[in-house]
């Protein structure tokens, strides 16, 4: 990659705050493969609106994790590992794209008792964007909204989160009215919600594909221009058969309402969502052409820099094992050398 600005943010850089490198880097014309911020290990109790910049299709605006600084597939709370993260203390959305084109990944994100907006919401008619391997979670607070809750955009893919403990009829991820398509929903695991997962999408086609909802008080809840395929549960809205009625911890670490022990990475390769059966793998048409593009839809949320699969098997849910079968690192992370 490219990028036009390749900025750390925390103490002792230029820029000590996600807004100020917001402020400072999302404006004007953007080149190359866009501008990246990366958060260093450290908490960041701040509100983001990413709005005023002109980011494109080529020249995304990222925010994501400094390499050695993100998380492990584990929340602060649980690893103790000094994550990138946003512990937010106030009232508002944390982060909200204003913007197209707004790439958030590798961070943990936590809300507060008085949240009103959730981890991530976009403005309405916001296209266009990434959400991948974060750790979104609201340990049991009261908040509205959840994880991600999208209204009225399209063109998102929102792949290998874990988002959990949003408990007071809050999601993990949702879609509210969506206008258009494709949006696409991938390889999540969203445990201890209210809905694992709500789309009400409003017309095509969207991909609900190879999640795990587990422990939710309301695993699935879609209109039917959601396309469902290949997600676990522990009740019977799974699909196909093989990954309905499952025991939750047989397949995660730690479903558990003590939030400072969830764990929701795979358990072991003995889990009923590890490579599950070649002959039932989703294989849609969409990954030949996203693989290529964002190669680390295939990296598990607990394998940042390292290696992707490449073998025919999917694994349910955010997390995977490491096998012999994998080649080199494809992640556009690293900066050219």
């Known amino acids: 990659m490219a990028y036009e600005y390749d900025?750390?943010?925390?103490?002792?850089?230029t820029y000590t705050t996600i807004s100020a490198w917001e402020s400072a880097r999302n404006s004007g014309s953007f080149t190359g493969d866009g501008r990246r911020g990366r958060c260093l290990g450290e908490n960041f109790n701040e509100a983001v609106d990413f709005d005023g910049g002109s980011p494109t299709a080529t020249a995304y605006l990222t925010l994501t994790a400094n390499p050695g600084d993100e998380h492990d597939g584990r929340a602060n709370d649980v690893s103790g590992a000094g994550n990138a993260r946003i512990v937010y203390t106030g009232e508002s959305r944390v982060l909200q794209p204003k913007d197209d084109y707004i790439e958030l990944s590798w961070l943990e994100v936590q809300t507060s008792a008085n949240s009103?907006?959730?981890?991530?919401?976009?403005?309405?008619?916001?296209?266009?964007?990434?959400?991948h391997h974060m750790i979104l979670h609201a340990n049991g607070n009261t908040v509205e909204y959840g994880g991600v809750q999208?209204?009225?955009?399209?063109?998102?893919?929102?792949y290998r989160n874990i988002a959990y403990g949003f408990?007071?009829?809050?999601?993990?991820?949702?879609?509210?009215?969506?206008?258009?398509?494709?949006?696409?929903?991938?390889?999540?695991?969203?445990?201890?919600?209210?809905?694992?997962f709500d789309g009400n999408g409003k017309s095509g086609t969207n991909e609900n594909a190879n999640n795990v909802y587990f422990d939710n008080g309301d695993n699935i809840d879609v209109d039917t221009d959601w396309s469902n395929t290949n997600n676990a549960t522990e009740d019977t809205d799974g699909d196909p058969v093989g990954l309905q009625s499952l025991t939750p911890n047989d397949n995660i670490k730690n479903s558990t309402t003590t939030w400072a022990s969830f764990d929701g990475r795979l358990k072991d390769s003995s889990a009923d969502i590890y490579h599950y059966s070649s002959d039932n793998a989703y294989s849609p048409s969409w990954t030949?052409?996203?693989t290529t593009t964002f190669p680390e839809i295939d990296v598990p949320i607990s394998d940042r820099n390292t290696t992707l699969d490449t073998g025919t098997n999917w694994t349910i849910g955010a997390?995977?094992?490491?096998?012999?079968?994998?080649?080199?690192d494809l992640m556009p992370f690293m900066p050219e050398v």
Not at 7 to 13: R, Y
Not at 118 to 125: E, K, M, T
Not at 172 to 182: D, K, R
């Open 288 to 290: 030949g052409s996203y």
């Open 319 to 328: 997390d995977d094992e490491q096998s012999a079968s994998r080649k080199p």
């Open 7 to 13: 900025d750390p943010i925390g103490t002792g850089q």
């Open 150 to 158: 999208l209204d009225q955009n399209y063109g998102w893919l929102i």
């Open 116 to 131: 009103q907006d959730g981890c991530i919401r976009p403005s309405n008619g916001i296209d266009a964007g990434r959400v």
């Open 167 to 196: 408990t007071n009829g809050d999601r993990g991820i949702n879609f509210g009215n969506s206008q258009g398509v494709p949006n696409y929903v991938l390889y999540n695991t969203s445990c201890r919600n209210s809905y694992g």
